[in-house]
């Protein structure tokens, strides 16, 4: 399986956005980008998936490189209840997710 | 809509027993994973149910097993518990035709240990 490297961890203010990275320059053709997220003594929870194109919804945004090989999230206003492990994963014909170690994501009040 | 469920919340096992978790999938999911989420680890995939048939497998040995029912509603078992099989262990349903790329909905988890 095509692996991603993410920072261990990161910290922002809140109510400031928050960019959390993302490499996976062995990323094939047909993976999707997908980034769960993991808030503490719970399940991961879906927050976002790409192909190629940029991509928003109403938790986040999604900037794909144009070569694939990085990948970027955004919280455009984070909260405290954003503190969590954000996981980026490749999702490929395997179907199955393969989770890394993730960023610990801290935001201070 | 009701999301995903497991069962039991929590259980204590000794070395050497057999344990069934239960996973009732998200209304409408017919694909059914499961993970072991080591404590400061990443989960990592068990294997998928799609429509009662196994669909994938990930390092884990024989003795983890599972069963998918008509309800998409899932099983884990496993046998011959080990001290390092303690850890929780995460289902997720989705709504996955074959070819396509869903997100995967998670319960809350069982949290397992053995003694």
């Known amino acids: 399986d095509a692996k991603t490297t993410q920072p261990n961890s990161m910290e922002s203010n809140e109510e400031e956005p928050v960019h959390l990275p993302c490499n996976h320059s062995t990323i094939s053709g047909t993976d999707y980008i997908h980034w769960y997220r993991q808030l503490p003594s719970q399940g991961p929870e879906y927050v976002i998936h790409?192909?190629?194109s940029n991509v928003n919804n109403r938790m986040a945004s999604l900037a794909i490189a144009e070569d694939r090989k990085s990948s970027t999230l955004i919280l455009h206003r984070a909260t405290l209840r954003d503190a969590a492990v954000y996981y980026c994963?490749?999702?490929?014909?395997?179907?199955?997710?393969?989770f890394g170690s993730g960023t610990q994501l801290t935001v201070l009040p | 809509e009701t999301g995903v469920t497991q069962s039991p919340t929590h259980l204590i096992k000794t070395r050497g027993q057999q344990v069934t978790l239960r996973c009732s999938s998200q209304?409408?999911?017919?694909?059914v994973s499961w993970y072991q989420q080591a404590l400061g680890q990443g989960p990592q995939f068990i294997f998928q149910y799609y429509r009662e048939e196994e669909n994938g497998r990930g390092n884990f040995p024989p003795r983890f097993s599972g069963l998918q029912f008509p309800n998409y509603s899932s099983e884990l078992n496993v046998n011959a518990l080990e001290l390092d099989d303690s850890a929780l262990y995460l289902c997720?349903?989705?709504?996955?035709?074959?070819?396509?790329?869903?997100?995967?909905?998670f319960g809350p988890g069982t949290r397992l240990t053995v003694l």
């Open positions: 997720a349903s989705s709504p996955a035709v074959r070819g396509s790329y869903n997100e995967q909905f």
């Open positions: 994963i490749l999702f490929g014909s395997a179907r199955q997710l393969t």
């Open positions: 209304s409408g999911h017919n694909t």
């Open positions: 790409g192909l190629t």
